[in-house]
Each structure stands twice: as structure tokens, then as C-alpha cells.
């Protein structure tokens, strides 16, 4: 980021009697932004991802409305990477703008409104509140509201109003005088008046700025903060500090106030240049809060996941590392935010080994890698065998899903062959159905070269359902064909066997199978016993 030179004082300010102070900046940023710090963040507006005129809103309580009223802004088409589409003040819109920006307040009213404010506490002497943005204006010779909040009836000279007149108004101003940024709070409608400043420079038109206002609830603490350097404000006119501390007109903002951006709420004063971000404070941020957000920067990227195809092996367990690219982020929170459609996915654990089941959406992956192991059931395998999704989230927002397509390549399964497990029976001389007999394969479209030998007996099946390679399948005692597991099957059941012996005696029937991948020496076997009774 390149930040603009603030070591020039503002003639035209001074000429304003704007009381300023002015400093040099360190033009150093980290390459790598952090997270935001969001502690007693009531609003969050980033004009970098919205839509239309809808705000992207992260808040704590119901805030203003996120959808603009009259809009004098446009949004920005997008910009090259790393910087996205902002929102963009000018005189002169394109279509569909009028005179103001108005965010219209909550409605219904939130109910911390009706007893301590929107903003501020109850406590008399704990008012405090802050707000944050993130702009770069067009030019340095304007004098314009960048952002008001305005409670009260408007006045006519509360815009310039050193003086402090008394014009009935509540308003919270952030102003661009000149090249000095002026924050100015008024209450003219309580029992004690005042008005305050806080005030810094110099502008340079284009340069980026993080602008903070800390209001404190020991008044001479309250600050204001410019890229990370803070400036002192001031009271003007001199008044108590039990009155400035009080503050009352920010305990009813969230009732009846309305936020306008780039102008006062009828157009007046209207400000030129590009928002990216706005945030509201019910406590005044510590210096460190607003270093840790000057860090963070001034809109949040979107985290970027894309979608890929990957391939493991039947029976294998398949390691999958999940990524997301940001320019600024590096760390991210991975969620799995649609389980498989098949198969089971784990997280990582130490060596790697599996870890616990991933089996809800929505469920945090844990590897600091972004790893997942994912299992196909056994012995399955296909071209786009499963499909997951996954997002990422930078701590402020979460990208779009990204979809896994997992294809899992086939492993050979060796068949096998099973045998009947009680004993068979036959009298010489008649066939006698030997049932019990059945080979089996995972790889159920793999052709199996099936064999059957008995010896001393005849062996018959009906070969209408394979191929006969050995035998015709009548009174064999050898025979051999193929097929299939389910047709091999189907002609086994129907074998039948007849006894050659008269005497009687044991026979053994042996069934080996084997597919072209083990080959023949690879075979397996089962074998059964059948008992054969005399003849007469």
C-alpha cells in the first residue's frame, strides 16, 4: 500500500480555524495483512463487496439499513487484484443518484436502543464510542461530510461551527476540510451545549487512509488516529469535562438517526472519492485495536478456492490437500461444507495417520496443512466416484464452495471359490445334485476360467449360461469353462454327479477358478467330499 505524505499543514484549514496537527508517516506495511480486531464493533460496512446498493454487513446489533436510499454513489466496477470494487462519491452520477446516501436507521428499533443507545452506555460518564474508515479522496480543495450521523433538526451553520451556535443539532461529522480530516461531535440540545474537534493532515488526493475516531470517556484521552498515528482533540468552545464526557445525543442514534455518506442527509456539502470501509465502536479502540486494523487494511478479499479432480486407487486410502489463495491472507479456516456423496472423509492426525470421521457439513478441517483423507467403500472404484465441497474463511469473510471430484482407479480382485461345507451324498449309478458349490469376484465384469474335476465320479452341468472350453458339461469328469462370476454361478448350481465306483466308496470334487490377471498358477480352490453308496 502506498500512503500519503501527512507533513504539510492545511493553509485552508487553518484559515477555517480548524485546529490541526500534523505529522510524518512510516510508509512500511506487512505483505501479509492480519485479521481485523472487532471487539466492541457494533457495524461493519465493507464497500468493497457489496452488490448494487446493498452493503455487505457483519454487525454485532442491528444497525442502519444496509440497502442506500437516494444514492449519489456508484459502485465500482471491478478493480485489478489486489483491490476490489469500492464505493465511489461524485458529483456527477451516472444514473439512479440524487442527493444524498442515506442509510435509514433500524426498524423496528433494536431493543438495546430504548435503554442505552445504540452506540454509547447509559452511564453518564461512560460515553464512549468510536468509528473507522478506510477512503481516498479525489482531490484535496473540497470542503465536504464524508460521513453524518445527524439526530436533530439541521442547522445552518453547524457545518463551519467553531463557534458553537446554537442551532439545535446533534451530529456526529466526519469532514474533509482542505487536506485536514476533521471529526467534529455536537450536542446542542441538551441541558449544557458543546461542541468538539478532532482534527489532522495533509491529504493527498489518491493516497490511502485509515481513519479512527476514539472517543474517550475521560475526555482529554480521546483521540484520533490517521494511519496509525494519533492526534489529540480538542473542545471548542472550553466547557466541563462532566458535559463532553456525557455525550448524550449518541445514546438515541439507534432510534432516530440516520447515517448519510458523501454528503449531509439533503445533499448539502457533498464529499468526492471512494469508501471501503465503515465501522461503528460502542467503546473507544485501544491504540493497539487500531494498529491491528491499520494492519489488516482497508477491505478484505475474499478468499479464492477452486474446484479439482483427483485420483486414488481402489482399497487405498487417498490424501487430499485442500488450498485457498488470498494476496493478503495466508492462513484459513477449511470447512467441509457438503460431505461426500460416496465414501468417507477423515481428517488428518499426527504421522499423518486418520484421524476422526468428517460426517457434518459445515466441519472444520484440522490439519494445519488443509490435508483430509478420503476412503472409497471397498472395493469401489469409478470415473467421478464422489464429489465434496469445501470454503475458506480469512477470520472476515467466507469464499464461494469449491467442488472435489474424486475418481477412483480399479485394483485386479483375485476370485475365489467356495465348496459345500456338509457332506455329499450318492449311490452309484444315479445322478444327485451336489449343491453348495460358488466362485465370487469384487470385479463382477471380469470373464473367470472356472474348472471341475472329480475322480472317480461323472460330473454334469447345464453349459447354457457359459462357454465351454474343456468338456461339453455331460458326464465329464474334468470340465473347464468361462464366464462371468453371476453366469459361472447360475451353471453351478445346477451340477449333478454320479458315482463310477460299484463298490462305493469317497470322492473328492474339485472347483478352481482364476481370472486373466492372476492366471491359472494363482488359482483358487475348494474342494468337497462326496460319499458314494454301492450298488446292489
Same mark, same amino acid.
Given at each position: 500500500?502506498?500512503? +500519503?505524505? &501527512?507533513?504539510?499543514?492545511?493553509?485552508?484549514?487553518?484559515?477555517?480555524?480548524?485546529?490541526?496537527?500534523?505529522?510524518?508517516?512510516?510508509?512500511?506495511?506487512?505483505? #501479509?495483512?492480519?485479521?481485523?480486531?472487532?471487539?466492541?464493533?457494533?457495524?461493519?460496512?465493507?464497500?468493497?463487496?457489496?452488490? %448494487?446498493?446493498?452493503?455487505?454487513?457483519?454487525?454485532?446489533?442491528?444497525?442502519?439499513? /444496509?440497502?442506500?436510499?437516494?444514492?449519489?454513489? !456508484?459502485?465500482? #466496477?471491478?478493480?485489478?487484484?489486489?483491490?476490489?470494487?469500492?464505493?465511489?462519491?461524485?458529483?456527477?452520477?451516472?444514473? !439512479?443518484?440524487?442527493?444524498?446516501?442515506?442509510?435509514?436507521?433500524?426498524?423496528?428499533?433494536?431493543?438495546?436502543?430504548? /435503554?442505552?443507545?445504540?452506540?454509547?452506555?447509559?452511564?453518564?460518564?461512560?460515553?464512549?464510542?468510536?468509528?473507522?474508515?478506510?477512503?481516498?479522496?479525489?482531490?484535496?480543495?473540497?470542503?465536504?461530510?464524508?460521513?453524518?450521523?445527524?439526530?436533530?433538526?439541521? +442547522?445552518?451553520?453547524?457545518? @463551519?461551527?467553531?463557534?458553537?451556535?446554537?442551532?439545535?443539532?446533534?451530529?456526529?461529522?466526519?469532514?474533509?476540510?482542505?487536506?485536514?480530516? *476533521?471529526?467534529?461531535?455536537?450536542?446542542?440540545?441538551?441541558?449544557?451545549?458543546?461542541?468538539?474537534?478532532?482534527?489532522?493532515?495533509?491529504?493527498?488526493?489518491?493516497?490511502?487512509?485509515?481513519?479512527?475516531?476514539?472517543?474517550?470517556?475521560?475526555?482529554?484521552?480521546? &483521540?484520533?488516529?490517521?494511519?496509525?498515528?494519533?492526534?489529540?482533540?480538542?473542545?471548542?468552545?472550553?466547557?466541563?469535562?462532566?458535559?463532553?464526557? /456525557?455525550?448524550?445525543?449518541?445514546?438515541?442514534?439507534?432510534?432516530?438517526?440516520?447515517?448519510? &455518506?458523501?454528503?449531509?442527509?439533503?445533499?448539502?456539502?457533498?464529499?468526492?472519492?471512494?469508501?471501503?470501509?465503515?465501522?461503528?465502536?460502542?467503546?473507544?479502540?485501544?491504540?493497539?485495536?487500531?494498529?491491528? !486494523?491499520?494492519?489488516?487494511?482497508?477491505?478484505?478479499?475474499?478468499?479464492?478456492?477452486?474446484?479439482?479432480?483427483?485420483?486414488?486407487?481402489? @482399497?487405498?486410502?487417498?490424501?487430499?490437500?485442500?488450498?485457498?489463495?488470498?494476496?493478503?491472507?495466508?492462513?484459513?479456516?477449511?470447512?467441509?461444507?457438503?460431505?461426500?456423496?460416496? +465414501?468417507?472423509?477423515?481428517?488428518?492426525?499426527?504421522?499423518?495417520?486418520? +484421524?476422526?470421521?468428517?460426517?457434518?457439513?459445515?466441519?472444520?478441517?484440522?490439519?494445519?496443512?488443509?490435508?483430509?483423507?478420503?476412503?472409497?467403500?471397498?472395493?469401489?472404484?469409478?470415473?467421478?466416484?464422489?464429489?465434496?465441497?469445501?470454503?475458506?474463511? @480469512?477470520?472476515?469473510?467466507?469464499?464461494?464452495?469449491?467442488? *472435489?471430484?474424486?475418481?477412483?482407479?480399479?485394483? !485386479?480382485?483375485?476370485?475365489?471359490?467356495?465348496?459345500?461345507?456338509?457332506?455329499?451324498?450318492?449311490?452309484?449309478?444315479?445322478?444327485?445334485?451336489?449343491?453348495?458349490?460358488?466362485?465370487?469376484?469384487?470385479?463382477?465384469?471380469?470373464?473367470?476360467?472356472?474348472?471341475?474335476?472329480?475322480?472317480?465320479?461323472?460330473?454334469?452341468?447345464?453349459?447354457?449360461?457359459?462357454?465351454?472350453?474343456?468338456?461339453? %458339461?455331460?458326464?465329464?469328469?474334468?470340465?473347464?469353462?468361462?464366464?462371468?462370476?453371476?453366469?459361472?454361478?447360475?451353471?453351478?448350481?445346477?451340477?449333478?454327479?454320479?458315482?463310477?465306483?460299484?463298490?462305493?466308496?469317497?470322492?473328492?470334487?474339485?472347483?478352481?477358478?482364476? @481370472?486373466?490377471?492372476?492366471?491359472?498358477?494363482?488359482?483358487?480352490?475348494?474342494?468337497?467330499? *462326496?460319499?458314494?453308496?454301492?450298488?446292489?
Amino acid at each position: 500500500r502506498v500512503h +500519503g505524505d &501527512l507533513t504539510r499543514p492545511s493553509e485552508h484549514a487553518m484559515r477555517h480555524g480548524v485546529v490541526g496537527v500534523f505529522f510524518a508517516l512510516a510508509l512500511a506495511a506487512s505483505a #501479509v495483512m492480519s485479521a481485523r480486531n472487532s471487539a466492541s464493533q457494533l457495524i461493519w460496512y465493507q464497500f468493497s463487496e457489496g452488490t %448494487g446498493t446493498t452493503i455487505a454487513e457483519s454487525s454485532a446489533t442491528t444497525g442502519w439499513s /444496509t440497502t442506500m436510499s437516494n444514492a449519489r454513489a !456508484n459502485w465500482v #466496477v471491478a478493480q485489478s487484484s489486489p483491490e476490489p470494487r469500492g464505493i465511489e462519491f461524485s458529483v456527477a452520477c451516472s444514473s !439512479n443518484c440524487a442527493t444524498g446516501s442515506v442509510f435509514p436507521p433500524p426498524s423496528p428499533t433494536p431493543a438495546a436502543a430504548t /435503554t442505552s443507545g445504540f452506540m454509547v452506555s447509559s452511564a453518564p460518564l461512560d460515553s464512549e464510542f468510536g468509528l473507522e474508515l478506510w477512503l481516498r479522496t479525489s482531490n484535496t480543495s473540497q470542503n465536504a461530510l464524508i460521513a453524518d450521523v445527524a439526530l436533530g433538526a439541521a +442547522g445552518t451553520n453547524e457545518f @463551519d461551527d467553531s463557534a458553537c451556535s446554537s442551532d439545535p443539532l446533534r451530529a456526529l461529522m466526519v469532514k474533509q476540510v482542505g487536506d485536514v480530516v *476533521v471529526v467534529r461531535f455536537i450536542d446542542k440540545s441538551s441541558a449544557t451545549s458543546f461542541c468538539s474537534v478532532c482534527s489532522t493532515g495533509s491529504l493527498v488526493a489518491g493516497a490511502l487512509y485509515h481513519i479512527v475516531l476514539a472517543k474517550s470517556a475521560t475526555y482529554g484521552a480521546s &483521540l484520533i488516529y490517521v494511519n496509525g498515528a494519533s492526534a489529540a482533540c480538542t473542545a471548542v468552545p472550553s466547557v466541563t469535562p462532566s458535559t463532553l464526557n /456525557t455525550f448524550s445525543a449518541m445514546q438515541t442514534v439507534g432510534s432516530n438517526g440516520y447515517l448519510s &455518506l458523501g454528503s449531509r442527509r439533503n445533499g448539502a456539502h457533498p464529499w468526492t472519492g471512494r469508501l471501503y470501509m465503515l465501522a461503528f465502536f460502542n467503546n473507544a479502540p485501544s491504540a493497539g485495536q487500531v494498529a491491528t !486494523n491499520y494492519a489488516a487494511g482497508p477491505y478484505n478479499v475474499v478468499p479464492s478456492v477452486a474446484s479439482f479432480s483427483i485420483t486414488g486407487v481402489e @482399497d487405498t486410502t487417498l490424501l487430499i490437500t485442500l488450498n485457498a489463495t488470498d494476496p493478503y491472507d495466508s492462513v484459513f479456516i477449511l470447512r467441509i461444507s457438503v460431505t461426500p456423496s460416496a +465414501g468417507s472423509l477423515y481428517q488428518v492426525a499426527a504421522g499423518p495417520t486418520r +484421524g476422526a470421521q468428517i460426517t457434518a457439513a459445515g466441519t472444520a478441517v484440522t490439519d494445519p496443512s488443509g490435508r483430509v483423507f478420503f476412503e472409497a467403500a471397498a472395493n469401489a472404484n469409478g470415473l467421478n466416484y464422489a464429489t465434496f465441497a469445501f470454503t475458506a474463511e @480469512d477470520g472476515e469473510a467466507v469464499s464461494p464452495p469449491a467442488t *472435489v471430484t474424486v475418481s477412483i482407479n480399479p485394483v !485386479n480382485d483375485a476370485p475365489t471359490a467356495s465348496a459345500p461345507t456338509t457332506l455329499q451324498t450318492n449311490t452309484y449309478g444315479i445322478q444327485s445334485a451336489i449343491t453348495g458349490f460358488s466362485v465370487a469376484d469384487n470385479d463382477t465384469a471380469d470373464v473367470l476360467t472356472v474348472s471341475l474335476h472329480a475322480s472317480s465320479g461323472l460330473l454334469t452341468i447345464d453349459p447354457s449360461t457359459v462357454i465351454m472350453v474343456v468338456g461339453d %458339461g455331460v458326464d465329464d469328469t474334468a470340465m473347464r469353462f468361462r464366464a462371468v462370476a453371476s453366469a459361472a454361478n447360475t451353471a453351478l448350481a445346477t451340477l449333478k454327479y454320479e458315482g463310477l465306483a460299484p463298490a462305493g466308496g469317497s470322492d473328492s470334487v474339485v472347483l478352481s477358478v482364476f @481370472d486373466d490377471t492372476v492366471g491359472a498358477a494363482a488359482a483358487a480352490r475348494a474342494t468337497a467330499t *462326496v460319499t458314494v453308496t454301492g450298488g446292489c
